[in-house]
């Protein structure tokens, strides 16, 4: 499975996002975009980070613990 987070450095949001992520599936290996280095990237997510995204889905936050066993679960 592929998992991205849209982030930025020094998010603490996206911080907590992949704790939530790493306590649902702890073998899971996210793959980290930053959308300050992509202007279509900032102007979609700029406002939304942290944001999942997998086979299409997106999950932005504000999320919990059971937003992310949900997500994932597909």
Known sequence: ???????????????????????VD????LTLVD???DD???ARYGERIPVLMCDGRELAW??????VQQFLAG
Do not use: K
């Open 62 to 67: 504000p999320f919990g613990l059971l937003d």
């Open 1 to 23: 499975m592929s998992v991205v987070l849209y982030t930025t450095v020094g998010c603490h949001l996206c911080e907590q996002a992949r704790e939530l992520v790493g306590m």
């Open 26 to 29: 702890p073998s899971l290996v």
């Open 35 to 37: 959308v300050a280095e």
């Open 40 to 42: 279509d990237l900032l």
